[in-house]
C-alpha cells in the first residue's frame, strides 16, 4: 500500500529534508503545505514533481482538507517567522513582549495541528517535531524561552485531548542546526589570526546538533519503522561549543583562540531586537545545567531505534561546507 505522507514546513529547512528523504521511499506519497503555492522555494517543490496544498496554520479552516487521506503528518511550526517580522510590532498587545506573542502564535498552531488531526480519518501516524517546556522543567528559573515553551505546551494539550490520536503520535526534539554556523552564530577572528565563539554556558557540555538538511527526513523514517509513542532526540551528534569550534577551526586550518563564556546580560546587549538574546541566552543556560530534554529519561538518540540512520557528525559537516564567506568577511 502507498501511504500519503503529508508534510508541513515542506518550503523550509526540516519540511524540505522530509521531502528529500520520503522522494527516495517508494511506499510513500507526498502531499506538502505551504502558505504560498507561488513562492520560489514552492515553485522548485513543484518542479520536482511534489504535490503541494495551500494551508495557513493560522486559519484552522484550512488544515481538513490540507491533512484529508493522510497517511503519516509530519507537523513542524516556526517561531521566528512572526518573531522576526517587523508588521508584528503592531499587533503586540498592551505590555506583550514579542515573545509573548509569537508564543501564544505557535501554541495555537501546535493545536490547529492536533485539531485538525485528531479529524482525520485514516490517519495512522503524526510525527511532531519539537522542543521541550523549559520554564516548567527549570522549576521557573527560565521563563523567557518562548519558541519551546509553545511547542511543548502545544504537544501536551494535544496529549490530553485527543487519548486516541496520541496512541499515533512521535515527539522529534529537534536540535541546534549545524547550519546555524553558516551565519547565524558569530564567530570572531582576533587581530592575532586566532578565532573564538562566545555563547551563554561553560561551553564544556556535549550538546546535540543536526544536519537538518541531510538527515531530519531519514531519522523520521527511522521513527516510522517502530512503534508509534516515541520520544526522539534528533542528534547527529553530541559536541560541546567549545570542541565544534576547535574543530571548525582544525579543519579550516585557522588557529582556535577559545570559547567565551558569556552571561546572558551580555550575550543580550549583541542582538538589535529586544528579548532575542535573552530568549536565546536563557535557552543555551538550559541546555548547559538540565540538558537538551531537561533530563527526560524517555528520550532516545537515533542510535537506538529499530533501524538507526547513518547521520552527519560535525566534522563531516564541516568538511563538506565551503566556509570562505565567514573566513573572509
Ligand atoms: N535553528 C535551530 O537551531 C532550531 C533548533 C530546533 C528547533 N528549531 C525550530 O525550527 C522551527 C523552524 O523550522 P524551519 O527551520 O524548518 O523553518 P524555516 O526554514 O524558516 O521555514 C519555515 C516553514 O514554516 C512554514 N510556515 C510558517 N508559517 C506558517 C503558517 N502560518 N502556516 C503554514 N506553514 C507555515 C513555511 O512555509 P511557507 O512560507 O511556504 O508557507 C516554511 O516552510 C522554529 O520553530 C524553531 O524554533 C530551530
Known amino acids: 500500500m502507498i501511504k500519503l505522507i503529508v508534510i508541513l514546513g515542506i518550503t523550509g529547512e526540516q519540511g524540505s529534508s522530509i521531502a528529500s528523504h520520503f522522494l527516495t521511499l517508494p511506499s510513500y506519497t507526498l502531499r506538502g503545505l505551504t502558505r504560498k503555492l507561488t513562492s520560489p522555494a514552492a515553485q522548485s517543490l513543484l518542479s520536482r514533481g511534489i504535490s503541494l496544498h495551500a494551508c495557513d496554520l493560522n486559519d484552522p479552516s484550512t488544515l481538513p482538507s490540507a491533512f484529508a487521506g493522510a497517511h503519516t503528518i509530519f507537523a513542524t511550526t516556526d517561531f521566528w517567522g512572526p518573531f522576526y517580522n517587523p508588521s508584528t510590532q503592531s499587533a503586540l498587545g498592551p505590555n506583550q513582549s514579542l515573545g509573548e506573542y509569537c508564543y ?3 501554541l495555537q498552531q501546535v493545536k490547529n495541528i492536533f485539531d485538525a488531526a485528531a479529524k482525520t480519518e485514516g490517519l495512522q501516524r503524526l510525527v511532531i517535531s519539537t522542543l521541550v517546556d523549559v520554564q ?3 522549576g521557573g528559573r527560565y521563563e523567557n524561552v518562548f519558541h519551546c515553551d509553545g511547542k511543548a505546551r502545544g504537544v501536551a494539550y494535544g496529549r490530553a485531548k485527543y487519548p486516541e490520536l496520541w496512541g499515533k503520535v512521535d515527539q522529534a526534539f529537534v536540535p541546534n542546526y549545524m547550519s546555524n554556523w553558516l551565519g547565524k552564530i558569530k564567530l570572531r577572528k582576533e587581530e592575532d589570526g586566532s578565532w573564538r565563539l562566545g555563547l551563554v554556558g561553560t561551553g564544556a557540555r556535549p550538546l546535540p546538533h543536526l544536519d537538518v538538511e541531510a538527515d531530519l527526513g531519514a531519522i523520521v523514517a527511522a521513527i516510522l519503522e ?3 509513542g516515541k520520544k526522539v532526540l534528533a542528534a547527529g551528534d553530541m559536541v560541546s561549543w567549545s570542541d565544534q569550534m576547535r574543530i571548525w577551526c582544525e579543519m579550516n586550518k585557522v588557529p582556535f583562540g577559545g570559547f567565551d ?5 551580555v ?3 549583541f542582538f538589535p531586537i529586544p528579548g ?3 530568549e536565546l541566552g536563557e535557552m543555551m543556560e538550559f541546555m548547559e545545567v538540565f540538558g537538551y530534554v531537561g533530563g527526560d529519561p524517555e528520550v532516545v538518540l537515533p ?5 538507526p ?3 552527519t557528525s560535525w566534522r563531516e559537516y564541516v568538511e563538506k561546507h565551503e566556509w570562505s564567506s565567514i573566513l573572509n568577511a
Open 226 to 228: 517502530g512503534r508509534p
Open 104 to 106: 501564544e502564535i505557535e
Open 136 to 138: 516548567t522543567l527549570s
Open 309 to 311: 540512520p547513518k547521520l
Open 267 to 269: 550575550f543580550d546587549k
Open 303 to 307: 542510535g537506538q531505534l529499530e533501524s
Open 276 to 278: 532575542l538574546g535573552r
Open 261 to 265: 563564556s558569556l552571561p546572558i546580560e
